[in-house]
Antibody
Framework: EVQLVESGGGLVQPGRSLRLSCAAS????????MHWVRQVPGKGLEWVSG????????GYADSVKGRFNISRDNAKNSLYLQMNSLGPEDTALYYC?????????????????WGQGTLVTVSS | QSVLTQPPSASGTPGQRVTISCSGS????????VYWYQQLPGTAPKLLIY???QRPSGVPDRFSGSKSGTSASLAISGLRSEDEADYFC???????????FGGGTKLTVL
């Protein structure tokens, strides 16, 4: 059974940093691209970042470019999101999501599994 | 403001057929596949439709998807109370080089 378990969320002051983790199990992690997607509770979904199976292709939404950094450790079956210079607009539930192929930026691949999310609250 | 436009709400009575629309542009829906996700209250999204009109195994055939030009639709026939959820459309956007989502449609079963 595919499982994605996010951790690392919490309350953080504006301007500070936070690192999210996603532990994957139930599938061969290094065969799949991954995404981070966020959702303000009660609102829509927003794609944050994607990474290919071997980390050679990485992308970010304009809203986080230059502040967030996605990475993965295939040996540890883990995905990460380093978030710097956080602002109130980054407050959201952050989902780790599996893409059903090697590349996150392909039209034909899509998110087929989601974690339960970890809540990030940016407030003073 | 979401890149893909969905009506914020929809409703129907049990047994009815309901459609939810998703409008985009040539850089997303017009040139790429559309995906639909169902999000039950307090849970993570679940894939409902992929590549415009394909259903993953386990999704009832009451759910169907279609696409025409820069718009797409999700149809739910034989509406049931357990269909009450938020529904999101998604597509790849060539101009933004990212995945884009609709704002979501909250479906109420009356």
């Amino acid at each position: 059974e595919v499982q994605l378990v996010e951790s690392g969320g919490g309350l953080v002051q504006p301007g500070r940093s936070l690192r999210l983790s996603c532990a994957a199990s139930g599938f061969t992690f290094n065969d799949y691209a991954m995404h981070w997607v966020r959702q303000v509770p009660g609102k829509g979904l927003e794609w944050v970042s994607g990474i290919s199976w071997n980390s050679d292709r990485i992308g970010y939404a304009d809203s986080v470019k230059g502040r967030f950094n996605i990475s993965r450790d295939n040996a540890k079956n883990s995905l990460y999101l380093q978030m710097n210079s956080l602002g109130p607009e980054d407050t959201a539930l952050y989902y780790c999501a599996r893409v059903n192929g090697h590349y996150y930026d392909s039209n034909t691949y899509y998110v087929d599994y989601w974690g339960q999310g970890t809540l990030v609250t940016v407030s003073s | 403001q979401s890149v893909l436009t969905q009506p914020p709400s929809a409703s129907g009575t049990p047994g009815q057929r309901v459609t939810i629309s998703c409008s985009g542009s040539s850089s997303n829906i017009g040139n790429n596949y559309v995906y639909w996700y169902q999000q039950l209250p307090g849970t993570a999204p679940k894939l409902l439709i992929y590549r415009n009109n394909q259903r993953p195994s386990g999704v009832p055939d009451r759910f169907s998807g279609s696409k025409s030009g820069t718009s797409a639709s999700l149809a739910i026939s034989g509406l049931r109370s357990e269909d009450e959820a938020d529904y999101f459309c998604a597509a790849w956007d060539d101009s933004l080089s990212g995945r884009v989502f609709g704002g979501g449609t909250k479906l109420t079963v009356l």
